[in-house]
């Protein structure tokens, strides 16, 4: 129901703008989580920005990097992530819930297949 695009492969210290778009969800009336799974870990939540975009939410590895916004005029919300790290490489999902922003994935029970982000020189 979710999908999301915008990854791909940059060198350190680039820039990627992933968005998430809704076919038959209407992304206002949620508030929508991205997460990264990294190979071999567990699935974290990166930002997360409430229905109407008043609250943002990152853990601390994006804070001062990325930015969550949203525009419900067009169902879509989007990550702008800068200053990418080897670290951040990952395969990044958006999460949809009711209600306010959680940490837990299992909170969310909208999701989308992902996009791979790989930062590698």
């Known amino acids: 129901q979710l999908v999301e695009s915008g990854g791909g492969l940059v060198h350190p210290g680039g820039s990627l703008r992933l968005s998430c778009t809704a076919s038959?969800?209407?992304?206002?009336?949620?508030?929508v989580g991205w997460f990264r799974q990294a190979p071999g870990k567990v699935r974290e939540r990166v930002s997360c920005?409430?229905?109407?975009?008043?609250?943002?939410k990152y853990d601390d590895t994006a804070k001062g990097r990325f930015t969550i916004s949203r525009d419900n005029a067009k169902n879509t919300v989007y990550l702008q992530m800068n200053s990418l790290k080897p670290e951040d490489t990952g395969l990044y999902y958006c999460?949809?819930?009711?209600?306010?922003?959680?940490?837990?994935?299992?909170?969310?029970?909208?999701w989308g297949q992902g996009t791979q982000v790989t930062v590698s020189s």
């Open positions: 999460a949809a819930r009711l209600g306010f922003c959680s940490p837990f994935h299992n909170d969310f029970p909208t």
């Open positions: 038959e969800f209407i992304l206002s009336t949620a508030a």
């Open positions: 920005i409430s229905f109407e975009g008043g609250d943002t």
